[in-house]
Nanobody, 123 residues
Framework: VQLQASGGGLVQAGGSLRLSCAAS????????MGWFRQAPGKVREFVTG????????NYADSVKGRFTITRDNAKKTVYLQMNSLKPEDTAVYYC?????????????????WGQGTQVTVSS
């Protein structure tokens, strides 16, 4: 499966952005999907994940209550709605696909990755 992330940009603190990740290739609905991010000088970290049918989601504590992951299997797209953004949310955001049932934070369980989209939150 090939993944293409989009929707990043520059936003002021407190603002919102919606990221999209469009998939092509193999059947999208067989994959759990995740969003990860990497800030300059830091390791890549798990943000959120969603199961194949969208019924199970996981969030990093740092984004709970502010970010929402959803997916549309008919459109082969996963979304990340980010509200109440903070400067510490600044990072390159990556979407990833995995064959696991429950989407978790272990990045090496995600063999497919998109190219990343930059999110910058100004204070």
């Amino acid at each position: 499966v090939q993944l293409q992330a989009s929707g990043g940009g520059l936003v002021q603190a407190g603002g919102s952005l919606r990221l999209s990740c469009a998939a092509s290739g193999r059947t999208f609905s067989i994959y759990a999907m995740g969003w990860f991010r990497q800030a300059p000088g830091k390791v890549r970290e798990f943000v959120t994940g969603i199961s194949r049918n969208g019924e199970t989601t996981n969030y990093a504590d740092s984004v709970k209550g502010r970010f929402t992951i959803t997916r549309d299997n008919a459109k082969k797209t996963v979304y990340l709605q980010m509200n109440s953004l903070k400067p510490e949310d600044t990072a390159v955001y990556y979407c990833a696909a995995s064959s696991v049932v429950i989407p978790g934070p272990t990045s090496n369980l995600y063999p497919y990755w998109g190219q990343g989209t930059q999110v910058t939150v100004s204070s």
